[in-house]
């Protein structure tokens, strides 16, 4: 099974920060990644897929990179709709899903 | 406009099936572009992946759950289910049904989500 470690578990960080969270894969994975947003209560959003792909209507101001084993989301900017947590996952062994254990982006 | 939505007890006793259903409008089910899954998520915890379904019938079942767990499709319905025997508190959790795309256009991802409902698992 391919395990999913991301980190770091929580980040403070200010409005107009850049803000980097990384996960990394058990083993490679090629691009066969995607990454969510989670808002309390809310069902997560998916942002990137295929790594780096933008998910249509997420702002630019995300990106993802990496391949292989180990990957990035970057928000170049931190806007107050951004504090969420922040979770990746695995889609080399589709329709087999591994979650990373999610980063909480919080108000510094 | 495709919308999933959960459908079951939210109240469950230890030791029983947990039993619910996804009906997707809007959208086939039996469209052989897209796999069925269910996803669920601890009070407080991260996301695991319970497991996925094709039109056809095919599973894939998380190995940690495996032996509990039976997904089902009724394409005449439009709906798939998830069945979790012998359930324990640690079952808690809320459960979302999803729609995952293998194509260009998600890679993998899960672009549609139920809203989710969560499951109490208490006597």
């Known amino acids: 099974d391919i395990q999913m470690t991301q980190s770091p578990s929580s980040v403070s960080a200010s409005v107009g920060d850049r803000v980097t969270i990384t996960c990394r894969a058990s083993q490679g994975i090629s691009s066969w990644l995607a990454w969510y947003q989670q808002k309390p209560g809310k069902a997560p959003k998916l942002l990137i897929y295929?790594?780096?792909s933008l998910q249509s209507g997420v702002p630019s101001r995300f990106s993802g990179s990496g391949s292989g084993t180990d990957f990035t989301l970057t928000i170049s900017s931190l806007q107050p709709e951004d504090f969420a947590t922040y979770y990746c996952?695995?889609?080399?062994?589709?329709?087999?899903?591994?979650f990373g254990g999610g980063t909480k982006v919080e108000i510094k | 406009q495709l919308q999933l939505q959960e459908s079951g007890p939210g109240l469950v006793k230890p030791s029983e099936t947990l039993s619910l259903t996804c009906t997707v409008s809007?959208?086939?089910?039996?469209?052989?572009?897209?796999?069925w899954g269910w996803i669920r998520q601890p009070p407080g915890k991260g996301l695991e992946w319970i497991g996925s379904i094709y039109y056809s019938g095919s599973t894939y079942y998380n190995p940690s759950l495996k032996s509990r767990v039976t997904i089902s499709v009724d394409t005449s319905k439009n709906q798939f289910s998830l069945k979790l025997s012998s359930v324990t508190a640690a079952d808690t959790a809320v459960y979302y049904c999803a729609r995952l795309d293998p194509g260009i256009a998600a890679a993998g991802g899960v672009q549609h989500w139920g809203q989710g409902t969560l499951v109490t698992v208490s006597s």
């Open positions: 809007g959208g086939s089910i039996s469209s052989s572009s897209y796999y």
């Open positions: 996952q695995q889609a080399n062994s589709f329709p087999a899903l591994t």
């Open positions: 295929a790594a780096s």
